[in-house]
């Protein structure tokens, strides 16, 4: 790979993009002595994410977006032995979840419009599974790349048969489905703050429940399930997954600048649109109708093998060679080792979106000198 230099820095895929205010925040945590998971930042980070989700989103924020996938599923009643119904075209933080509850995943294929969940692989997978006698306990759907899911079709489908749905979204923060918000869509809602994601806190995330009961128990787990008894009474295992209040602090400053944000990636995306148009088999992934709002968290674009220049592999090395990251899909969970013998319901859409697309560098930091950069390299390559 080659090496950064001063008139060939690294574009990363994903960089994350501070505001002037998050530096104060952490100053401000910090001489207030609050450098632990309590603190007045972590209830202040919760309300701008109801603020943006709505009055009926009752946030939890921790530590991860992987540990909010945990504690949803226990919320949703998830036990050793269930099953539960996973988008297999995903990162594996959707997926692993549901082995640390001691639970069976299920792994259903994409359709190609959003990416996402297919809705008849996933009502085949409900009713092979029914048949066996073990009903799903829960269908965790993925907003991919800040596309929605086809919310409508998988949330009738989890209604009929009486399952619930985990919505991660947690690429998806500021995309919208029939103008509401992403994250407060699904039975329990997950979004992510890691580094590469829309807004980060350095790592963290949150879980969004329903009521205000299910965000207290969402609590008490995620803080060892001390038990109101004085004297560390614990009924139930716990874990240690509340955010810190440094952490939320960075987040509060973050959440600032979501608008902006999303400002700045609508901005990106209609650049590599123009970019795509004239190209022959290769075109940027876009929204299937005006439903399905993107905060296009990251660019993709589908190549059409019979017509494209290059193969995702070839323009994937060339940006390389000039210090530009981009990257292949999320492998589908289907085709990894670990998961092997995990059941899989569907074809070969996850795998065909797999072996033709690839991600572009979508920072909302990059400077027109990166943005030419990366526009010469399509041009010579597409
Ligand atoms: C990032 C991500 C997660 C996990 O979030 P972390 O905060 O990194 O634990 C889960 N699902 C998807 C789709 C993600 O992109």
Same mark, same amino acid.
């Given at each position: 790979?080659?090496?950064?230099?001063?008139?060939?820095?690294?574009?990363?895929?994903?960089?994350?993009?501070?505001?002037?205010?998050?530096?104060?925040?952490?100053?401000?945590?910090?001489?207030?002595?609050?450098?632990?998971?309590?603190?007045?930042?972590?209830?202040?980070?919760?309300?701008?994410?109801?603020?943006?989700?709505?009055?009926?989103?009752?946030?939890?924020?921790?530590?991860?977006?992987?540990?909010?996938?945990?504690?949803?599923?226990?919320?949703?009643?998830?036990?050793?032995?269930?099953?539960?119904?996973?988008?297999?075209?995903?990162?594996?933080?959707?997926?692993?979840?549901?082995?640390?509850?001691?639970?069976?995943?299920?792994?259903?294929? =994409?359709?190609?419009?959003?990416?996402?969940?297919?809705?008849?692989?996933?009502?085949?997978?409900?009713?092979?599974?029914?048949?066996?006698?073990?009903?799903?306990?829960?269908?965790?759907?993925?907003?991919?790349?800040?596309?929605?899911?086809?919310?409508?079709?998988?949330?009738?489908?989890?209604?009929?048969?009486?399952?619930?749905?985990?919505?991660?979204?947690?690429?998806?923060?500021?995309?919208?489905?029939?103008?509401?918000?992403?994250?407060?869509?699904?039975?329990?809602?997950?979004?992510?703050?890691?580094?590469?994601?829309?807004?980060?806190?350095?790592?963290?995330?949150?879980?969004? =429940?329903?009521?205000?009961?299910?965000?207290?128990?969402?609590?008490?787990?995620?803080?060892?399930?001390?038990?109101?008894?004085?004297?560390?009474?614990?009924?139930?295992?716990?874990?240690?997954?509340?955010?810190?209040?440094?952490?939320?602090?960075?987040?509060?400053?973050?959440?600032?600048?979501?608008?902006?944000?999303?400002?700045?990636?609508?901005?990106?995306?209609?650049?590599?649109?123009?970019?795509?148009?004239?190209?022959?088999?290769?075109?940027?992934?876009?929204?299937?109708? =005006?439903?399905?709002?993107?905060?296009?968290?990251?660019?993709?674009?589908?190549?059409?093998?019979?017509?494209?220049?290059?193969?995702?592999?070839?323009?994937?090395?060339?940006?390389?060679?000039?210090?530009?990251?981009?990257?292949?899909?999320?492998?589908?969970?289907?085709?990894?080792?670990?998961?092997?013998?995990?059941?899989?319901?569907?074809?070969?859409?996850?795998?065909?979106?797999?072996?033709?697309?690839?991600?572009?560098?979508?920072?909302?930091?990059?400077?027109?000198?990166?943005?030419?950069?990366?526009?010469?390299?399509?041009?010579?390559?597409?």
């Amino acid at each position: 790979m080659a090496q950064s230099t001063d008139t060939n820095p690294r574009i990363y895929l994903l960089a994350p993009h501070l505001g002037d205010k998050e530096w104060a925040l952490v100053q401000q945590a910090m001489a207030s002595n609050w450098i632990a998971p309590v603190g007045p930042q972590i209830e202040a980070f919760e309300n701008t994410l109801q603020d943006h989700l709505g009055p009926d989103a009752h946030v939890t924020a921790l530590q991860s977006g992987t540990a909010a996938i945990h504690l949803g599923l226990l919320s949703l009643g998830v036990k050793p032995g269930d099953e539960v119904l996973c988008q297999s075209l995903t990162f594996a933080g959707s997926a692993f979840p549901i082995n640390y509850c001691g639970a069976t995943p299920i792994f259903v294929d =994409s359709e190609s419009l959003t990416g996402n969940i297919c809705p008849q692989a996933l009502e085949t997978a409900i009713k092979a599974r029914i048949k066996r006698g073990t009903k799903p306990k829960a269908i965790i759907a993925v907003h991919l790349y800040g596309m929605p899911y086809q919310v409508r079709e998988i949330h009738d489908i989890a209604r009929h048969y009486d399952i619930a749905v985990l919505e991660d979204a947690a690429e998806a923060l500021g995309s919208y489905y029939h103008e509401q918000p992403c994250g407060a869509l699904g039975d329990q809602g997950v979004l992510s703050f890691n580094g590469n994601k829309i807004l980060t806190t350095s790592g963290g995330g949150a879980l969004v =429940s329903r009521s205000i009961q299910e965000k207290q128990k969402a609590l008490y787990w995620a803080t060892q399930a001390k038990s109101p008894v004085e004297g560390f009474h614990h009924n139930e295992i716990g874990y240690n997954y509340r955010l810190s209040n440094i952490c939320a602090a960075i987040g509060v400053g973050q959440m600032g600048l979501l608008k902006a944000r999303l400002t700045q990636k609508q901005a990106l995306h209609h650049w590599y649109e123009v970019l795509f148009e004239a190209r022959q088999g290769i075109s940027l992934q876009q929204a299937p109708d =005006s439903r399905f709002a993107s905060n296009w968290w990251l660019n993709v674009i589908v190549f059409d093998p019979r017509l494209a220049r290059c193969t995702p592999e070839q323009l994937s090395i060339a940006f390389a060679e000039e210090n530009i990251e981009s990257r292949p899909l999320w492998r589908p969970m289907h085709l990894q080792p670990v998961y092997q013998d995990a059941p899989y319901y569907g074809g070969s859409v996850a795998q065909n979106l797999f072996e033709h697309r690839l991600c572009l560098p979508s920072s909302t930091k990059m400077s027109p000198t990166d943005r030419e950069r990366i526009a010469a390299v399509i041009q010579r390559m597409c």
